[in-house]
Every structure is written in structure tokens, then in C-alpha cells.
């Protein structure tokens, strides 16, 4: 938070999910064509030295932020997979390992101990979580994964993947229940600059005003749409801001029959690309910059002098 506060900017890691996939593990346990399952969370426990690996290759290229493999390891996400008892040993060999790899690798390294929304099924995906599962059970959920990722001794909590405002103050609030920092990431904003379903970045902020959050991430989005929404984060919230964009899913995440066109299929976007893109989010004032899915190694080594300057 001090090197943040002095303005220094810090390179964060790339995908972890979408890269332990390419490397061979099973991130698609349990899914079908129309449910992701819990994504890369069973890899904790069944392909835990992919996992370090994956960690390992970041800072090896000089990432100072790592974001723990826990993205779905809560309770909703496991049970549909027969393993919703053992969430907690998910979420714990997550934080376990990215703190293990941080400590041997690159010991002034921090972990982010990350955690997305259930993203429960609903009629009307506008719907934010907390409306269609209640806020408690929301809040229970984070408060929970946070705990447990901060007995791991990750440094701070990054609820992310979080696509309503509603979801975003429920996020922060049950992840400040630790203590630590807490990051927000901001899902899919839109070329128009507004998040995911049309809500506007004001009133995001307006939301959080008075909240204990250290910093707000536009993550998972398309490059430009992450260009188009990042300078209206800027001017609405007064602490840290950051990107750490995808370039694409498919076909790596296959969901709901779609084919690599009509899903997000940005694949083509190099390495080189992306720092170019990068150097307008650091004009643009963001001090957190790395990659969420497609990215890899490659893409944070890429964007390092244009980070680190
Ligand atoms: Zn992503």
C-alpha cells in the first residue's frame, strides 16, 4: 500500500487457469456444454506442481503480484462436482502454494488471494449474485474463502470477477472481515465504458465510497474495452486503479455451444500487442498491470519495461 500510495506502478501476474490448461491440467472437471464447473480449482489438489509452475513462471519474468489459484474453490461452486465438503482444502492448497512459490522465487513478491462470485445460475444473468442468492449467503461465501486464504498467508484479498455493483460492495465488505487489503476486479466493461450489464463506473465508485478498498481492477475484459472504461475508473475513484485484461476464451473455456467466432476469441492479440495496449492504461494512470485469461508468461515479460519503466 506504501508503494502504491507513493505512486509506484507494480506488474501483476497473467492467466492461471487458461495456462495450467495449456500445460495439461483439467480446469474442466464436472463441466458441460453449458456449466464451467469449478473451473481451475480441482488443480489445486490433483496438479498442484502445474499450478506452482504456472506461479513460478510469473515471477521468473518479473511479476510482483501473484493472484492465488482459487478463483472458484468456494462451497457453491464444488458441490455440483461432489466436492463442495472439501472446498476449504482447495482454497487452502491455492493460497498454500502461491505463497510457497512467492517465498522461494521472489520473496518481496505478494500473493493476492483471489475469489470470484459463484456466479450461480439464473434466469436473468443480469440479476447480480447477491439479488438471486440473497446478500448473506453472498457475504457468507466470500467471508469465508477469505479466511481461509488468509490463514494461507496470502498479503491481500482480490474478490474479482465480480460484474455488479450490488456483488462488488458485498465482496469488499465480507473480504475486509480479514484485516487484509482488499482489491476489487471488475469483470467484462464494455466498449461503451460501462460495466458488464450497462451499470456506470460513478456510480461503482459511489458504492464503494467509504469502503475498505486499497484498489479497483478492471480484469477479464477485452484489451480495448479495458482502454475504453479505464480513464471514467480514474476519475471516479480516488485510490489505485488497475488492468489485467484476457485476451480471450475460447476455445478454451467452451460454454453454452459456442464456437471460437462468436465467443470472445481475441487469441490473436501477441504478446507484443498487449504491451503496446499497456502503455496507454499507464498514461492512463494504472499502477496494477498483468493479464487474466490467454495470457501467459510470454504477455507479463512483454509488459514489464512498459510497466516497470
Ligand atoms: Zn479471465
Known sequence: MKRLGRGERLLMDGATGSEIQKRGGD????STPEWLGAWSATANLESPDIVRAVHEDYLRVGAEILISNSFWTNRLRLEPIG?????????????????????????????????????AEKP???????????????????????GVLKKARVDAILPEYVGHIQDAVVAVEASATTGLPVFLGIRHVTNEGTMQYGEAIPELARALKGKPIAG???????PDAATATLPGL????????GVYPNVGYMPLAPLRGKTVKEGINT????????AVRARAWVDMGAQIIGGCCGTGPEHIAALKPVVKG
Open 27 to 30: 480446469v474442466l472437471k464436472g
Open 83 to 119: 466436492q463442495g465438503d472439501r472446498w476449504a482444502d482447495y482454497a487452502s492448497a491455492a493460497g498454500r502454494i502461491a505463497v510457497e512459490s512467492r517465498d522461494s522465487v521472489k520473496p518481496d513478491a505478494y500473493v493476492f488471494g483471489g475469489m470470484a462470485p459463484p456466479c
Open 124 to 146: 436473468d444473468w443480469k440479476v447480480p449474485d447477491a439479488g438471486f442468492l440473497g446478500e448473506r449467503v453472498l457475504f457468507d461465501l466470500f467471508a469465508e474463502e477469505a
Open 216 to 222: 479497483v481492477l478492471l480484469m477479464c475484459s477485452q
Open 234 to 241: 480514474r476519475r471516479a475513484f480516488d485510490g489505485p486503479v
Open 267 to 274: 487469441l490473436g492479440v501477441s504478446a507484443g500487442d498487449f
